[in-house]
């Protein structure tokens, strides 16, 4: 079974544009849940779909969002970029939505802001 | 995660001897900890986890063990060996996060061969 994909893999963008990433879950997988990771910071959640819904949102400002279609793919998007959102981006599949279901990660998405 | 601690930040070992990883977090609810390895340029991977229920779990050389009273969990690694390098993240069920996993800062073992 095919894990999880995300691309791009690499990004680098210029401050005030916006971006969208992708994240493809495991087949049958049916939640996504989206990580920013950076140095000394661990992994900051973001927001989780499940179902073409979200269920959870982190603490970040209104410039991240995100989607999620019917074929569980999601979608996230970040609107004018700042320098400090630098930073590796990651989803997690599961089979559904709850903590204790094992979350599968992806490559990642290395989002670089210039 | 601002309410999972984690300690050390950084953790050397010699190869063959033991590495232990300490979490702590503040919600009494919390009833899910797992413990997550990424190596270096890799995705995270989820190597062993334990529910609220259990006190200790083995698999082979990893264990974790959790304290509900003092509220902490902790990886250990015996017969550390090279492979064992890598960033270990432990991570807990939060109340205050709608019981979505929250993460620990992570901690960066080199095991010295």
């Known amino acids: 079974k095919a894990g999880v994909t995300q691309t791009p893999r690499y990004l680098i963008k210029t401050r005030g544009q916006q971006v969208t990433l992708s994240c493809s879950p495991i087949s049958g997988h049916r939640s996504v849940s989206w990580y920013q990771q950076t140095p000394g910071q661990g992994l900051q959640f973001l927001f989780e779909?499940?179902?073409?819904?979200?269920?959870n949102k982190g603490n970040f400002p209104g410039r991240f969002s995100g989607r999620q279609f019917s074929n569980s793919r999601s979608e996230m998007n970040v609107s004018t970029l700042e320098l400090g959102d630098s930073a590796l981006y990651l989803c997690?599949?599961?089979?559904?939505?709850?903590?204790?279901?094992?979350?599968?990660f992806g490559p990642g998405t290395r989002l670089t802001v210039t | 995660g601002e309410n999972v601690e984690q300690h050390p930040s950084t953790l050397s070992v010699q190869e063959g001897d033991s590495a232990v990883i300490k979490c702590t977090y503040s919600?009494?609810?919390?009833?899910?900890f797992p413990w997550y390895k990424q190596e270096l340029g890799k995705r995270p991977q989820l190597i062993i986890d334990i529910r609220s229920n259990v006190g200790e779990k083995k698999d082979q050389r990893i264990a974790v063990t959790l304290n509900k009273t003092a509220k902490h969990f902790s990886l250990h690694i015996t017969e550390t060996q090279p492979e064992d390098s890598a960033v270990y993240f432990c991570a807990a069920t939060l109340r205050s996060n709608d019981y979505k996993l929250s993460f620990g800062a992570g901690t960066t073992v080199t095991v010295r061969a």
């Open positions: 997690a599949s599961s089979l559904a939505t709850g903590p204790t279901y094992e979350q599968y």
């Open positions: 779909y499940f179902s073409e819904t979200q269920r």
């Open positions: 919600d009494s609810a919390s009833n899910y």
